[in-house]
């Protein structure tokens, strides 16, 4: 990346479309991370074309911990983020405009989020279906980390909705 400071991480994620490599450096020093954004050439070789930064400056906290792409859009995971509350998490949703650069269209949050949920810790984008994993959610009746998979639909408007909640048994 263009960008070399110490503590970057790069590389903590990766996610590939056919001409494209998004890798995530998920904790750069004095910020919560950034995407960089490689086209490949046509001679094979990849070239740094847009950097993306956290688009909630106030909670960026673990920006780029996660990356999936389908379909044109990425969901890029963001689990300290703390705009709910601390460590509660957040995906955010990209869509790649006809320039192949990404854009945001949406940031997602658990319906129930809470303080160390860890929202966000993995993500899985297919197409119009995305699967969020929270691993700091708490069994209520014996406090033990039992974790929680989100899932979300995107609709006819373009906007994604939560419609389950997945614990195991």
């Known amino acids: 990346p263009s960008n070399n400071e110490a503590r970057q991480y790069c590389g903590n994620s990766v996610a590939l479309t056919e001409n494209q490599a998004l890798v995530g450096c998920s904790n750069r020093f004095g910020a919560g991370g950034d995407i960089y954004v490689f086209q490949r050439q046509e001679d094979g070789n990849w070239e740094e074309t847009q950097i993306i930064h956290p688009p909630d400056p106030e909670s960026p906290l673990g ?3 996660v990356i999936s792409v389908s379909a044109g859009r990425a969901a890029i995971g ?9 460590n509660a998490g957040a995906v955010y949703l ?3 405009g006809d320039d192949g650069q990404w854009q945001q269209s949406q940031k997602l949050m658990a319906a129930d989020g809470g303080g160390g949920h860890n929202f966000g810790t993995k993500a899985v984008l297919d197409g119009d279906r995305l ?3 929270a691993v700091g959610i708490r069994n ?3 406090g ?3 974790g929680a998979v989100y899932a979300f639909e995107r609709q006819a408007d373009g ?3 939560q419609t389950q909640k997945i614990i195991a048994a």
Not at 78 to 86: F, G, K, M, R
């Open 144 to 146: 033990n980390h039992t």
């Open 131 to 133: 699967f969020v994993s």
């Open 159 to 161: 906007s994604w909705e």
């Open 94 to 96: 990209f869509e790649q």
């Open 140 to 142: 209520e009746d014996n």
């Open 78 to 86: 963001s689990w300290q983020d703390a705009e709910l509350a601390p």
């Open 63 to 65: 920006f780029g911990t």
